[in-house]
C-alpha cells in the first residue's frame, strides 16, 4: 500500500510520440508553458529497407535497437511513448447504436458487433471502441450514439509492443496513425461545419492515407499505394537514373501549373511528365473514393482538401491538386498549425512529414 500511494501522489512524467516509418523514425516530445506547446525533442533516422514490408515491421529486433540507439544519442530519457499503426493495418467504422445501453451493455454489444466489420476473424482482432456524440439515426428517425470502432490483427499490435519492449520502453498509447493526425489538424477542422466534409491526403513513403473527416470525425479510410517512392522510382526510370529509396531530390521539386486544358506550360523533361502521370493517377484515386462517399449522402460537400506528409513538401502540389479536383487544397505545415516553439529549425522536407509524430506526442502532453 506504502508503494501505492508513492505512486498515486508521483508527478506524471511527461511521455514521447514515436512514429514508426518504412523510411524514417520520427520521435517527439512537446510540452505545456502557460498557453503555449513547445518542442523540447526532436530525432529522426532512417529505417532500413528490409525492416517494413507492405506497411508491417517483419524485423522487429533491428527496429527495437534502431529505437534504441536514437533515444540514446539524442539523450532522451523519457520511458513512456504513444506510438501508432499505420491507417492501412486498422479497420475504423462509425456505428450508431441505442442511447439506453449502460457501459456494460455497449462493452457486450460493440462485442457482438464487431465481427460484422472485420475483414479478419474476430478472435484474431483487438478491438476498442470510443463513443463519440448524439445524432439522429436517418434510418429510423432515432436518437442514437455515435461510437467509434477500432480494430486491428492482434499479431500486428503484438509486434508493436514486442518493438517497444526489447527498446526498453512502455507503452502508454497505441492508437491508429489517422487519429494522430487529426489530433494536430484539430484546429483547422473545427473551421468547418457538420455538413461540410474535410479530406485528408497524408502523402506518405510508399502511400497515401486518405481520411475523410465530418465534424471532427473520420468516416471514410482508405489507403491508396502511391507514396513518394513511386513517384521519385517513375522519375528516375524516366531519366535512365539508378533506382534509390532517397526521395530528397522529389521533394524540391515544383509541380508545373497546369492551364485550363489541363496542359503544362512550357517544355516539361521526361523526369517532370512521369512525375506528373503518378500525380494524376493518385488524383483519380483521390477522386473516385471522394465520390463514393460523397454518393452515400445527398447534403454533404467537401469543402477542403489538406495534404499533409512528405510528399506536401513537393512545390506547388496543392495547386496540382485543386486544379485537377476542382477543390480547395492546401498544404499543412503541422509546426506552423499548432503554434509549436521550436529550438532548432527544421527544414521543409521534414516539417510536412510530421503530423502524425506531433499528433503522438500531444497526448503525452
Not at 491507417?87 to 457482438?112: C, F, H, S, W
Amino acid at each position: 500500500m506504502v508503494n501505492y500511494l508513492k505512486n498515486f501522489f508521483k508527478r506524471k512524467q511527461p511521455g514521447i510520440g514515436i512514429e514508426l516509418g518504412p523510411e524514417r523514425i520520427n520521435i517527439a516530445e512537446i510540452h505545456q508553458q502557460k498557453d503555449k506547446l513547445k518542442l523540447v525533442n526532436f530525432a529522426t533516422a532512417e529505417v532500413p529497407e528490409d525492416v517494413f514490408f507492405e506497411g508491417q515491421i517483419i524485423d522487429a529486433p533491428t527496429m527495437a535497437e534502431l529505437i534504441e540507439s536514437i533515444m540514446t544519442d539524442n539523450n532522451i530519457k523519457t520511458r513512456r511513448v504513444a506510438t501508432a499503426i499505420s491507417g492501412r493495418e486498422a479497420v475504423t467504422r462509425v456505428i450508431p447504436v441505442p442511447t439506453e445501453l449502460n457501459d456494460q451493455e455497449l462493452k457486450d454489444y460493440m462485442n457482438q458487433e464487431a465481427g460484422l466489420y472485420l475483414p479478419f476473424p474476430r478472435e484474431e482482432a483487438d478491438v476498442d471502441y470510443q463513443k463519440l456524440g448524439v445524432i439522429i439515426d436517418p434510418n429510423d428517425d432515432l436518437e442514437k450514439v455515435q461510437v467509434a470502432l477500432v480494430a486491428t490483427r492482434k499479431e500486428i499490435t503484438d509486434t508493436y509492443i514486442e518493438v517497444f519492449t526489447q527498446a526498453g520502453l512502455a507503452i502508454d498509447v497505441l492508437e491508429v496513425s489517422n487519429f494522430a493526425l487529426i489530433r494536430t489538424v484539430k484546429d483547422i477542422l473545427q473551421q468547418y461545419g457538420p455538413q461540410e466534409a474535410t479530406v485528408i491526403a497524408n502523402l506518405e513513403f510508399d502511400s497515401t492515407e486518405l481520411s475523410i473527416v465530418v465534424d471532427g470525425i473520420p468516416q471514410f479510410n482508405r489507403t491508396i499505394p502511391i507514396g513518394t517512392y513511386q513517384m521519385q522510382s517513375s522519375l528516375n526510370e524516366a531519366m535512365n537514373l539508378p533506382p534509390t529509396r532517397d526521395t530528397a531530390e522529389l521533394v524540391g521539386m515544383t509541380v508545373p501549373v497546369l492551364d485550363t486544358m489541363g496542359v503544362t506550360g512550357g517544355d516539361s523533361n521526361p523526369g517532370t511528365n512521369a512525375l506528373l502521370k503518378v500525380l494524376s493517377e493518385l488524383a483519380d484515386e483521390l477522386r473516385r473514393s471522394i465520390d463514393f462517399y460523397l454518393n452515400q449522402f445527398e447534403d454533404l460537400e467537401v469543402a477542403q482538401l489538406l495534404l499533409t506528409g512528405s510528399g506536401a513538401a513537393i512545390g506547388q502540389i496543392d495547386d496540382f491538386f485543386m486544379q485537377r479536383l476542382s477543390l480547395p487544397a492546401s498544404k499543412v505545415d503541422p509546426i506552423e498549425t499548432l503554434a509549436l516553439e521550436i529550438e532548432e529549425e527544421i527544414m521543409p522536407e521534414q516539417r510536412f512529414g510530421l503530423g502524425i509524430v506531433l499528433g503522438l506526442a500531444l497526448r503525452e502532453v
